[in-house]
Structure formats: C-alpha cells, structure tokens
C-alpha cells in the first residue's frame, strides 16, 4: 500500500491554526520553502528538516514577486498532485498550498524587504527585483509559520547569503539550515528548470560542474588569483557550444563581493544559458 499524503492547509489561519496547536504541546517545528515541482534536492531539504524538528511543513507557492516579466513565471512547472506523491511517507506534517490571492489579497504589495547591493550582482544583475521578491515572501513564510528552523539548498547560494543576513538583520528568531547541493550522476545539480531542456541541453548541461570542479582543483594546486580561476571556468564553458555563459564568479563567501585573490572561504560560481533556460551552480572553496 502506497504511503498517504500529507494534509494540505490552503489558507493562512488554517495553517497557523495547526501549527500553534503543536507548538502548545511543546513540539517543535521545521519549514521547508519551495515553488513545487519537487525533485530528490527538495527531498533531501525534507529529511533534513524531519531530522531537526518534530513537526515539518512544506510550502508550495510559485512566488510572482521574484519572477521579472520576461521569466517563466506563467509556465514554470504546477503539479500539486505530484508534488503530494513525492511527500508521501516522508515524515511532513502539513503542507502549506496558498494561492496568490491568499498571499497576496490586495495584489502585489508594496512593501518589500530589500535585498540591498548584494541583491543586484551575480543572478540579481540579469533579475532585476528577483531577490526582494524573493526575501519578502520568505519574511512572509516566517512570520506564518513562525518556524523554528528553516531549511535552504546550497544550490542556490545567494539566495541563502540573502536569507541569512535578513535572519540576522531583523532578528527573526528561525535558525537557517542549509543542506548540500543533490546532483544528478553525471554531476548536474537538480533543479526544477532541468526539466525544460532537450535531451542535447540536458547532456551540455553537464558543463556546468564540470567547469567548477576545474576551478576547485586548480585553486587545490595552488592557484590563488580570482582571475585565474573565473578563467577556469569560463575556459571550460566555451567547450560546450550549446552553452552560453552568462557569468562566472570568484567571491568572498563572506560578502559574495569580487576576489582578486582566493585567501579565506570563497564561493566559486557560474550562471549559464541553453537557449532560454538558464542554469546556476556554485562550489564552496575553503
Ligand atoms: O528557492 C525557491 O524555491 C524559492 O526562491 C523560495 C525560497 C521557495 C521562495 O519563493
């Protein structure tokens, strides 16, 4: 027999309904942020957080704060009932499905929180607005759910840079988690997005890792010169005739600013196109 899936709270009060219930009987509670479309990276994000907490919640909103008008906010990939399946038998106790309009009532809002300069280089630079969009429906999830811990994926590096420091910044009292980024065999990180290229693309795709772990072991012999190792990798990328780089960074991992030289922890990463489906990937250095 197949496990059942969790319960689905649609709305705000219906949720923090369930959750002050548990938490008056001293349980503890995990939040999992996704757009759906789940994949064994969400998976892995899951476990972890039923490792943390007594009780886990899974929120499925596809955010139209953080697309810009030109993304695939209108075809990014919905299948709640698939989604349900994925979740079964994996220890999640509620999962939180609003729709746009219970996020969002009077429409989009005007109030955002700023992901500031940090907010505008790397993936912000090519998505303009992307990061506030993305921290003020996070600031939104948080305060719903009033979550212990909350957990993040590597993959999306800037993205957790940005959660954390607004944790910090505004004192909200959830602790971030932050879980490896989960690849495919051949080294592509998963992501929702991969399923939107061609079999060729899925196969160029590989370039990705290949061009940070270049990077990484020419830093490990060495190599020391930010320039050097975005070299690196954009030496690998321009193998790949399918794929077309959109950047490669070399950053302080502390600031996510520029390195010219690599001399406490940095985060190695790379944003690339095939066609119009953009790909992002990162290495931790150190
Ligand atoms: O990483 C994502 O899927 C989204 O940016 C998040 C954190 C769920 C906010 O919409």
Redesign the pocket.
């Known amino acids: 027999m197949s496990p059942t899936p969790p319960p689905v709270a649609t709305t705000i009060d219906g949720l923090r309904a369930r959750l002050d219930a548990e938490r008056a009987a001293g349980r503890t509670v995990a939040l999992v942020?996704?757009?759906g479309s789940l994949h064994e990276g969400h998976l892995a994000l899951v476990d972890r957080a039923a490792a943390l907490a007594d009780e886990v919640v899974v929120?499925i909103?596809?955010?139209p704060l953080?697309f810009g008008p030109s993304e695939d906010y209108d075809r990014y990939p919905r299948d709640l009932t698939a989604d349900l399946a994925a979740l079964s038998g994996r220890g999640v106790s509620v999962v939180f499905a609003p729709t746009v309009a219970e996020m969002y009532p009077s429409g989009p809002i005007d109030t955002r929180v700023s992901a500031g300069a940090v907010g505008e280089i790397l993936d912000g630079a090519s998505r303009p607005g992307h990061f506030d969009?993305?921290l003020t429906?996070?600031a939104k999830?948080l305060m719903i759910a009033t979550p212990d811990v909350a957990v993040?994926?590597e993959k999306?590096a800037q993205?957790v840079f940005l959660?954390q420091r607004m944790v910090a910044d505004l004192d909200v009292p959830t602790r971030i988690d932050v879980v490896e980024t989960v690849r495919a065999s051949d080294g592509l990180a998963l992501s929702?997005r991969n399923a939107y290229l061609s079999p060729e693309q899925r196969a160029a795709a590989t370039v990705l890792h290949r061009a940070l772990v270049a990077a990484r072991i020419l830093h490990e012999r060495g190599e020391a010169s930010g320039d050097a190792l975005r070299g690196e990798m954009r030496r690998v990328l321009a193998t790949e005739p399918l794929a077309r780089t959109e950047y490669v960074s070399c950053a302080d991992a502390r600031t996510l600013l520029e390195l010219e030289r690599v001399e406490g922890p940095a985060l190695l990463s790379l944003a690339v196109l095939f066609g119009t489906v953009r790909l992002i990937d990162n290495e931790p250095l150190g």
């Open positions: 942020p996704t757009m929120s909103f596809v955010n953080q969009g993305m429906v996070v999830l993040f994926g999306d993205q959660v929702s």
